[in-house]
């Protein structure tokens, strides 16, 4: 049996038979109902965001899909339960101009018989025409084409001609009033092919169209051979029925749900000097505007005959979108003195605290930009912090050297991220530096912190006496603070580091000199879980045609790492309409020994991003009961966060709030991952840049959220003028954190009402910020 919950969301296609062309003129339909009012668009003075974080090539995967699913003849998608509909064709809506709603929303005529109509498209279909005299509508993929969405219609039915569905019960499926002979092909007339068909549609006294059969699609055995049926009796057609279009009824869906709905055009035609291009235009705006989504417009030019074929162009100045591409990758690297020939000696990194890594200004620079150097091997993942780009000339970024050691024997790529000033706060990935790391000849165990986190003990074999050893505690600075001792008995070396210890999570190594040979420990972290590593993730970008298999998630050992703890490790993103999409990669994964040494390793599934909006937010939350207690109370580890390109979903338009620290000269840093309290004297501030669709006196919803702590900050609060230009600018008080535990998950969650409305069930989620709290 077929039931296919469809994992797109259709269109209207308002096809109330009608205004048919002159071929089919002397068929007496019933009058469609008259349209409505105009649907008023923001008026062209009203100031509104329209850029989006869009692709260069906006709309060429798109069309490359659409016109292989147009070509596709499958006669069904692997089983005669499993249409042809799902894996093939082109689902196609005409809406029109002025029909008095959104077009993405069930007419009221739909709605009143819980079905919408669209018409199939298919290179073997023989359609040359649809309904109405409009030029423009919807155009959605096939089901298994499709992204994944929240909202799945049914595909319920198929007539190979109109059908009046609009007089027809049962969501346009049923016998047309007072018509005997026009209820479903296969349960009431014994139709069950093509041929049956033709015979039952052409021996008909009065209007065939109207007494015509449909078949049904859904919750019936051999939908498959039915609905193929469907496009085999539209070749048996004579000329004259050819100019009248086919007819599926989907299932009616929710009001004011663009964002839940796998739209993946809006289209246009061309007949004479008449064009339907304003209307898509006038579509593609108002999608951006009342759910932040971006679609493409498609230009398709119907065959004029049975024999021809359809066409389907995208025309960059069909965009009326203001659609910048996601900056490209700046081509210049970066270069490290240290390693001018890519090759990083030990002693060199060894002799010096800290790495210099150099900047090269990008000629389109404006005041305000930010630059943070990322250095990335296979298991390990350093960016460095947020710091202004010079404004003449290059800019260093000093990277601490314990936070290098684990690269040691590995090629490294060293890359940099700038961030545009706000409003628009983009980000540009440069291109990598491939860097080799000499490795030491021996490799030191790593300290070892108390468990109050306050004390480091160094035991390493054959210790001897005469070493000199060196413990290095990077905190807030890159000046790290350094206890030495000269070894005069073989036994551990204590050190007590709570004089240095300043709230940050602390990085700390020590070294180990004996006859002029220096060998360096790793480094490990003091107060806080690490981060977890996903292959493939440069410059804070994951670029998805790049992956040619699953990438791994690598979850590193952490402090205080024991035999019987569990690990957990959640990925989460989020669909257009703001719904978080979680899979779990480690659920409840007790520690052994193999993991108590080398950490835990995932894999996500590539299928899965690659279903995800083009440029939306992905974060890694991994947790360990460290102190026992299950899930609810485990730590949780740095947060990982990074923007997936190149997938098949559409444009998300929804920026990420982040919490910035502000310092007395007003320069903003963000806080990434860990807020640290004790540590912070800046003001904190929530930003949130510029969305498109933004509009004065839209309401916007904003909170804190803590395990069960939630701490408004916005509620109910109306768009400004301002904030349209500069985004919203929200200070925070230190005092708010101050009856939350340390170490607790910490999350931003942000809500907009598109249409101005006041409604929070309603309103659209942004992507959610994670973060941990440490006091």
């Known amino acids: 049996m077929y039931h296919v919950t469809s994992i797109l969301s259709f269109r209207r296609m308002t096809c109330l038979l009608a205004l048919l062309v002159a071929g089919c003129a002397q068929v007496a339909h019933m009058p469609p109902p008259a349209k409505p009012a105009a649907y008023a668009m923001p008026a062209a003075t009203t100031q509104v965001a329209r850029t989006v974080p869009i692709r260069a090539d906006f709309g060429t995967r798109e069309l490359i899909q659409l016109r292989a699913d147009y070509a596709a003849t499958p006669e069904d998608c692997g089983s005669v339960d499993e249409p042809a509909f799902l894996c093939s064709g082109v689902l196609i809506r005409i809406t029109g101009d002025g029909v008095g709603y959104h077009v993405w929303n069930p007419s009221p005529g739909s709605v009143t018989r819980g ?5 199939y498209l298919r290179s073997d279909v023989e359609l040359t025409s649809l309904v109405w005299s409009d030029l423009d509508g919807l155009i959605f993929s096939p089901p298994r084409q499709a992204y994944v969405s929240t909202l799945r219609p049914d595909v319920m039915c198929a007539y190979p001609v109109d059908a009046d569905t609009f007089n027809r019960p049962d969501r346009g499926c049923g016998q047309r009033t007072g018509a005997t002979t026009s209820g479903p092909c296969q349960t009431t007339q014994g139709v069950y092919n093509d041929v049956q068909w033709l015979d039952h549609f052409t021996n008909k006294v009065g209007s065939k169209y109207e007494l015509q059969c449909g078949f049904t699609t859904i919750d019936i055995d051999n939908a498959a051979p039915a609905f193929f049926a469907t496009i085999k009796a539209r070749q048996r057609l004579a000329d004259k029925d050819i100019y009248t279009q086919n007819e599926v009824m989907l299932a009616t869906w929710p009001q004011d749900v663009g964002a839940s709905l796998p739209i993946q055009f809006f289209f246009y035609l061309v007949e004479g000097d008449k064009s ?61 003195p240290l390693a001018p020939f890519g090759y990083l000696a030990l002693a060199d990194l060894l002799a010096h605290d800290t790495l210099a890594v150099v900047v090269p200004r990008p000629a389109n620079a404006q005041p305000g930009d930010t630059v943070r150097v990322l250095w990335q091997s296979p298991d390990h993942l350093l960016v460095s912090s947020e710091q202004p780009l010079s404004a003449a000339g290059s800019t260093t970024v000093a990277l601490p050297r314990g936070a290098l050691l684990a690269s040691l024997g590995r090629t490294v790529q060293v890359s940099y991220r700038i961030t545009s000033a706000a409003p628009s706060a983009l980000e540009r990935a440069s291109a990598a530096r491939t860097l080799s790391i000499e490795d030491a000849p021996m490799h030191l165990p790593p300290p070892v912190v108390g468990a109050d986190q306050r ?12 070493d000199d050893v060196y413990l290095y505690y990077y905190g807030r600075d890159l000046s790290p603070h350094i206890a030495h001792t000269h070894v005069d008995t073989v036994r551990p070396i204590t050190t007590l580091i709570g004089s240095w210890f300043d709230g940050v999570p602390g990085r700390i190594h020590y070294t180990v000199t004996r006859a002029g040979t220096t060998l360096p420990s790793p480094e490990v972290t003091v107060g806080i879980l690490p981060r977890p590593v996903i292959d493939g993730m440069l410059g804070g970008w994951l670029y998805l045609p790049d992956l040619a298999t699953d990438p791994h998630v690598h979850v590193p050992p952490w402090e205080a790492i024991a035999n019987g703890q569990r690990l957990w490790l959640d990925v989460v993103a989020y669909a257009p309409d703001g719904t978080a999409r979680t ?22 599934p590539r299928a899965w991003l690659s279903q995800l909006p083009d440029g939306g937010t992905v974060q890694l939350l991994a947790a360990a009961d460290t102190h026992g207690g299950g899930r609810d109370k485990a730590t949780p580890f740095t947060v990982t966060r990074f923007t997936v390109r190149g997938t098949e979903g559409p444009m998300t338009t929804r920026p990420l709030p982040r919490l910035v620290g502000v310092d007395a000269q ?16 800046e003001a904190l501030e929530i930003r949130v840049a510029p969305w498109p669709g933004m509009l004065a006196g839209q309401t916007v919803w904003l909170q804190l959220r803590s395990r069960d702590v939630e701490l408004p900050v916005l509620t109910a609060h109306p768009v400004t003028e301002d904030e349209l230009t500069h985004g919203l600018v929200l200070p925070i008080d230190h005092d708010v954190f101050k009856g939350l535990s340390d170490g607790a ?6 809500r907009v009402a598109f249409e101005k409305g006041t409604d929070e069930a309603r309103a659209l989620r942004f992507p959610v910020e994670h973060l941990v709290l440490k006091k």
Do not use: C
Request: aromatic share 2%; net charge negative.
């Open 745 to 750: 998950p910490l999350d931003i969650d942000m």
């Open 583 to 604: 899979i779990p990669l480690l659920d409840g994964v007790i520690v052994d020994d193999a993991l108590r040494r080398t950490g835990a390793d995932a894999v996500l």
């Open 115 to 119: 079905g919408v109509s669209f018409s």
């Open 455 to 466: 004390r480091v003990s160094i035991d390493y074999p054959d210790m001897a006496i005469g």
């Open 666 to 681: 007003g320069v903003a840093a963000t806080i990434d991952g860990v807020l640290s309290l004790s540590t912070i004297d």
């Open 276 to 336: 339907g291009l304003t209307g898509a235009q006038r579509n593609q705006l108002d999608l951006l505007h009342t759910d932040g989504i971006a679609m493409p417009v498609v230009k398709v030019t119907l065959p004029a005959d049975r024999t021809g074929q359809a066409s389907f162009d995208t025309i960059p100045a069909d965009q009326v979108i203001e659609a910048p591409a996601l900056p490209a990758s700046i081509t210049q690297s970066p270069s490290i």
